[in-house]
Nanobody, 122 residues
Framework: QVQLVESGGGSVQAGDSLRLSCTVS????????MAWFRRAPGKERELVAR????????YFGDSVKGRFTTSRDMPSNTVYLQMTSLKPEDTATYYC???????????????WGQGTQVTVSS
């Protein structure tokens, strides 16, 4: 059974940094597009970052561009989301996702982690 397990969330102050991890079992992350989504209370799930399976090129949502980066480590089959200069509006549950095609919307992604909470206070 495919498992995506996120970790690294927590409560921080505005301006702080956090690194989220997503460790995948069953399939190698090199074969899948990987993404990070987030859902804030009362809002739709939003694509934050995506890393392509071939070449590892990345995409970032406008709200996090310049502050967040994503990377992957093949030996550990782990994807990371490095978040810097965090703002209160970054408060959300962050989810890792995987799919052979992927897309801009949550419905485009098949495999999901359970989510990890990030809370940023001002």
């Amino acid at each position: 059974q495919v498992q995506l397990v996120e970790s690294g969330g927590g409560s921080v102050q505005a301006g702080d940094s956090l690194r989220l991890s997503c460790t995948v079992s069953v399939f190698p992350i090199s074969k899948y597009h990987m993404a990070w989504f987030r859902r804030a209370p009362g809002k739709e799930r939003e694509l934050v970052a995506r890393i392509q399976r071939t070449g590892g090129s990345t995409y970032f949502g406008d709200s996090v561009k310049g502050r967040f980066t994503t990377s992957r480590d093949m030996p550990s089959n782990t994807v990371y989301l490095q978040m810097t200069s965090l703002k209160p509006e970054d408060t959300a549950t962050y989810y890792c996702a995987a799919d052979v095609d992927g897309g801009s919307f949550a419905r485009d992604w098949l495999h999901w982690g359970q989510g990890t909470q990030v809370t940023v206070s001002s």
